[in-house]
């Protein structure tokens, strides 16, 4: 079962940093370059210097947010709770015009092992999980929560919020660049901290963001039991990571579609491309971007649907039979195979295109469809796809069979912020 526990954490001194909305930022897989240029230039103790620090010739970034870290300590710029909490956390966002609030808190999650139940969905990448080992050896500590989503049956999030917080003062609170108000009130109460932790057992928790984060806990957790030995305690922090969690509430959870851009080798006859595409497709030219979402939001009960740009037009294809794939990939699930993204892959990417999916360079991912239509104008070798969202129940259907996800495949909105609360680990 799912294992939590309250943690003294880290986080920015409010009589050092008046405003928080200064110096969070986002988690940092999901910021571009021309963004990690603007939180850098944003504020001087920014989070990013620590959490995703830039390159600099003959210099060691990862040592540097290890200096940086310990240096802030110091300075009283960061300073830790003397108390274990579990940190309460909400999030007012607009999308769609429509606005939510998505409740939840963080806590430390117990790494998994045989007494936990803790699914991920996505593959990862070992240039990634490197490059978050590295940080952490560093840091020696987690910077930013793993994202985890569970059915929460006995409702524990909104009970807690609606009777212990909705009319209390948020310990601290900010704005980030969307607008979205984030707010944090600690809970050191042993009353309120036993209903939570009661709450969540026998819950299954599936990592929704941040799975190279948690693999890397799990690795930086087997390295000091190794080094440690007999010395290392099952009790330890190390066995533990900073963890956000929430529920499938969707009033609350919001899951965004994330777009392919493909690059091709060579120039496409775009007349021999919709031939084999009415092969597996209903292929219908739609004269607008707005009738093309338009569509594909409307008929997601009925059936598969993409969209497609190129060469400024659009192209909304629905898959005729889902049948296709259970000779293409019938030794995946069926929840596997009803994927748009696996449709995408499998039948356009592979079969009619050719796309050898080691050529990472080649595809681009965006939650933003105007970032690829854009592109494609731009480039014209490059062919851009749209996809809808992924529903949660898919997501553990998939995860429960014991199978991943195709890479990018969900888009969790909005991200939780990264500088918030710190978890430091013990010196060894």
Not at 150 to 165: E, G
Not at 174 to 181: G, I, L, M, P, S
Request: aromatic share 12%; glycine share 4%; with cysteine.
């Amino acid at each position: 079962m799912v294992e939590i526990k309250p943690f003294c954490a880290v986080y920015y001194n409010k009589d050092k940093i008046k405003d928080l909305s200064g110096v969070v930022c986002p988690p940092y897989d999901v910021i571009s370059p021309i963004e990690q240029d603007y939180y850098h230039n944003l504020d001087p103790h920014n989070f990013i210097h620590i959490l995703f620090g830039k390159d600099r010739f003959e210099e060691d970034k990862y040592k540097r947010a290890g200096i940086l870290f310990r240096n802030w300590s110091a300075e009283k710029i960061l300073v830790q709770d003397k108390k274990p909490a579990i940190y309460f956390y909400s999030q007012q966002y607009s999308i769609k015009g429509e606005k939510k609030i998505r409740l939840g808190f963080i806590a430390l999650l117990r790494l998994g092992d045989k007494n936990t139940s803790v699914f991920g969905h996505e593959h990862t990448r070992i240039e990634a999980k490197e490059d978050r080992l590295k940080i952490i050896q560093s840091v020696n500590a987690n910077l930013s929560p793993i994202f985890i989503v569970s059915k929460d049956k006995k409702r524990v999030i909104q009970r807690v919020f609606a009777r212990y917080l909705k009319n209390s003062p948020a310990f601290m609170e900010a704005k980030d660049k969307e607008n979205t108000v984030h707010k944090i009130w600690k809970i050191d109460s042993p009353e309120i901290l036993s209903l939570i932790e009661r709450g969540t057992q026998g819950e299954d928790a599936f990592i929704a963001d941040g799975h190279h984060r948690y693999e890397v806990s799990c690795a930086y957790r087997d390295e000091i039991k190794t080094r440690l030995g007999d010395r290392f305690s099952e009790d330890s922090g190390f066995n533990y990571t900073l963890a956000y969690f929430t529920n499938t509430d969707p009033r609350g959870l919001s899951i965004l579609p994330i777009h392919r851009l493909l690059k091709l080798e060579k120039p496409l006859v775009l007349e021999g491309f919709l031939l084999e595409l009415k092969k597996y497709f209903d292929v219908e030219e739609i004269k607008e971007k707005s009738r093309l979402f338009f569509l594909m939001e409307k008929g997601v009960r009925a059936g598969h649907l993409l969209g497609m740009y190129k060469d400024k037009k659009y192209w909304l294809l629905r898959l005729k039979n889902i049948k296709i794939l259970d000779k293409l990939i019938g030794d995946k699930p069926k929840e596997y195979r009803s994927l748009d993204v696996s449709i995408l892959n499998q039948i356009i990417f592979k079969d009619i295109l050719g796309y050898d999916s080691a050529n990472k360079n080649n595809l681009k991912y965006s939650a933003c469809s105007d970032d690829f239509i854009e592109a494609q104008d731009r480039e014209p070798l490059s062919i851009a796809f749209f996809l809808n969202p992924v529903k949660m129940e898919q997501i553990i259907a998939v995860a429960l069979n014991g199978f991943k996800m195709p890479a990018k495949s969900t888009y969790f909105y909005p991200k939780v912020l990264s500088g918030l609360v710190i978890n430091k680990h013990e010196e060894v």
